[in-house]
């Protein structure tokens, strides 16, 4: 009978983490001075000084947005890169000053551990000076990518 509860217990325990998880994929969070990637750089002092939280068009290997850039980390056995990337390509086209870049995670090893990148597809909204904004790790909304541009733009979301 015991057994029977530990697994209940384990199995309501891993349902609840299960939908909290799911709730937070492709949330895009905003990204402040003490974000994982700065911990981690923090704490190792390998890392180089102008790794704080700003991507460069070098690093990207494309032009930065005038306003904005939308770059999403990507790799070939992802479900939900091709949608993403299009949604992603889309808000980028019809918005002015703001540019999209996809990168290949697998490729691009050194920028996906620098940026600490765990999942695919991951998307980076980056202001006009390359510092990370906002960034969201599964697929996104078309409304919540709509809104964090808006929100590094100063505007409403359009409609």
């Known amino acids: 009978m015991s057994g029977l509860i530990v697994v209940l217990v384990v199995l309501a325990a891993a349902s609840v983490v299960g939908l909290v ?19 981690t750089q923090a704490a190792d002092s390998s ?36 949608p993403t990337r299009k949604l992603l390509a889309e808000v980028a086209g019809a918005r002015d000053g703001v540019a999209f870049v996809e990168v ?3 490729r691009r090893l050194d920028l996906t551990r620098r940026l600490n990148v765990r999942t695919t597809p991951t998307v980076l909204l980056l202001a006009a000076d390359g510092s990370i904004a906002q960034r969201a790790s599964g697929k996104p909304s078309r409304s919540d990518v709509l809104a964090a541009v808006g929100s590094v733009l100063g505007e409403g979301v359009p409609s």
């Open 47 to 82: 890392w180089p000084a102008a790794a704080g939280g700003v991507v460069t068009a070098a690093e990207l290997g494309a032009p930065l947005g005038e306003r904005a850039t939308l770059v999403q980390f990507s790799t070939e056995f992802c479900a939900y890169c091709g």
């Open 104 to 106: 290949d995670a697998a």
């Open 21 to 39: 998880m799911r709730r937070r994929q492709g949330r895009f969070r905003a990204q402040s001075s003490t974000s994982a990637v700065s911990r």
